[in-house]
């Protein structure tokens, strides 16, 4: 199956709520336009009274960071965070296309062959979960995010796409897939495979083999633009200009806490309205999973060590302590819950969501002020 490019383009934005190319993602290989990337840039000022996690005024007194601690951070959060997020989840979707080479040798597959895909697909999804953390640079700006995880899907397009593309193009080429829309490819796409059917037959199994092979291709492109671009992508050598960087990395992390709550928790199980959408992973009923990996990514980077040190600069500040606590409790009540979250009763599901605002008024109204910056004209958040 060929969709038509201009109908699933379009589709794909409705869907997505973005404005998607008709033509394939630009050439990561090459580095964005910064500008295009700044996410309020002017600094906050050094004191002011902003509300904290409850109710309560708290004075938040900006740390002093210099240029020179800034670019410490931000080569950490480049080398140690970044890239490596994008190299695990490109190692999981490579071991998730040799399993489909060695297993799919002989169609059906079915039984434990098929599990072994399915345990390996759930490993590939929670890595992309992790690195959907990194909401600028090469990923967003050529759209190959959409490419790579078309979510949310609010009109199921995804469930009758790929069928329609198997069954159109029984010994599908990765280089084929590449062409095809968002909808068909990515994570998505592989969970439709591999948990709609109860077993595999010849033309599934080129399907999974091409999705993952196009989509390592993919995830190796974003890796390697990282790698060569780091220091425009994060503005490493700006930091004693403006605090760009900051503003872009702690805006993104923001951002994953915002619309994890609003696109995979509160509007798919319909907590303050009509239910829209589904929740990450529902075909494969894992979206705990989806949820943990991103709650894990969000401690990881929050209470990481260099980041404390800076925060602890300023003993008056109790915000990575607050942090800890709020993640660590959240932790706790998602490992109370069932595996598809959709089963759980709406009083824990709500008691989720309170607990994710609870993280996200602690960013914006304590961290950002905290570090001196300021939240994006992008926050989605109506906390």
Not at 93 to 122: I, T, Y
Not at 138 to 167: C, F
Request: overall charge negative; aromatic content about 4%; charged content about 15%.
């Amino acid at each position: 199956m060929k969709i038509n490019h201009a109908l699933a383009v379009a589709l794909s934005a409705l869907s997505a709520g973005l404005l998607i190319s008709c033509v394939k993602p630009a050439d990561e290989s090459k580095a964005p336009d910064v500008d295009s990337q700044k996410v309020a840039q002017d600094s906050a000022t050094s004191a002011s009274a902003t509300e904290g996690a409850g109710d309560t005024i708290a004075q938040i007194t900006a740390v002093d960071i210099s240029a020179d601690t800034e670019q410490t951070y931000l080569t950490h959060v480049a080398n140690d965070i970044v890239i490596p997020a994008y190299a695990d989840v490109a190692k999981q979707s490579d071991a998730l296309h040799d399993l489909a080479q060695k297993h799919c040798q002989q169609a059906p597959v079915s039984g434990e062959e098929l599990q072994a895909l399915r345990d390996q697909w759930l490993v590939l999804a929670q890595a992309w979960a992790s690195a959907e953390m990194i909401n600028f640079g090469p990923a967003t700006a050529s759209m190959s995010n959409l490419y790579i995880n078309y979510y949310p899907d609010e009109r199921g397009l995804v469930h009758s796409g790929v069928a329609e593309l198997i069954a159109s193009n029984p010994t599908l080429s990765p280089e084929q897939l590449a062409n095809e829309s968002a909808i068909v490819q990515g994570v998505p796409g592989l969970e439709e495979a591999l948990y709609a059917n109860d077993s595999l037959d010849a033309s599934q199994c080129a399907y999974v083999i091409s999705a993952s092979s196009a989509l390592s291709t993919r995830l190796k492109d974003i890796e390697k633009n990282w790698q060569q671009n780091s220091t425009e992508l994060l503005a490493i050598d700006k930091t004693a200009e403006s605090d760009q960087g900051l503003n872009q990395w702690f805006n993104s992390l923001l951002s994953l806490v915002e619309t994890m709550k609003s696109n995979a928790i509160e509007q798919p199980l319909g907590l303050t309205g009509k239910a829209k959408g589904h929740v990450p992973a529902a075909t494969a009923g894992q979206s705990r999973a989806i949820i943990n990996a991103k709650l894990a990514t969000l401690n990881t980077a929050l209470t990481d060590p260099v980041l404390t040190a800076i925060l602890g600069s300023n003993n008056e500040n109790n915000v990575a302590d607050s942090l800890s606590t709020a993640l660590a409790d959240t932790t706790t009540l998602l490992a109370q819950m069932p595996e598809d979250l959709t089963t759980a009763d709406t009083a824990t599901q709500q008691k989720l969501l309170d607990h994710l605002t609870t993280i996200t008024r602690l960013i914006k109204r304590q961290l950002i002020p905290t570090l001196g910056i300021r939240v994006g004209f992008n926050s989605t958040d109506g906390d």
